[in-house]
């Protein structure tokens, strides 16, 4: 599957964002979605995932409360809606695939087969 990420931009703090992550190539509804991201000089992080169906998600601490993820997989794009953003949030942000197994290790990025190329976020003071 191919996934291409886009919707990232310059806001302020406190702005809200919305990215989408398009899926091409293989079903898209047989895949769980996350999304990660890297900041400068650190290390890629999980933000949120999403199960093949929508019914579990997973959100890291720092962004739960603030951020949805969601998907529409009759239009095969998995969504990041984010909201009160920081400039902690600044990052490039990335969209992953894992074929649907039973079980989905959300938060491991080693847990992946496909990614995208990202899309720069960032969030000015």
């Known amino acids: 599957v191919q996934l291409q990420a886009f919707g990232g931009g310059l806001v302020q703090a406190g702005g809200s964002l919305r990215l989408s992550c398009a899926a091409s190539?293989?079903?898209?509804?047989?895949?769980?979605m996350g999304w990660f991201r890297q900041a400068p000089g650190k290390e890629r992080e999980f933000v949120a995932a999403?199960?093949?169906?929508?019914?579990?998600?997973y959100y890291a601490d720092s962004v739960k409360g603030r951020f949805t993820i969601s998907r529409d997989n009759a239009k095969n794009t998995v969504y990041l809606q984010m909201n009160s953003l920081k400039p902690e949030d600044t990052a490039v942000y990335y969209c992953?695939?894992?074929?649907?197994?039973?079980?989905?290790?959300?938060?491991?990025?080693?847990?992946?087969?496909?990614w995208g190329q990202g899309t720069l976020v960032t969030v000015s003071s």
């Open positions: 992953a695939a894992s074929q649907s197994s039973g079980s989905f290790f959300a938060r491991t990025f080693t847990w992946y087969d496909y």
């Open positions: 999403i199960n093949w169906s929508s019914s579990s998600t």
């Open positions: 190539g293989r079903p898209f509804g047989s895949y769980d």
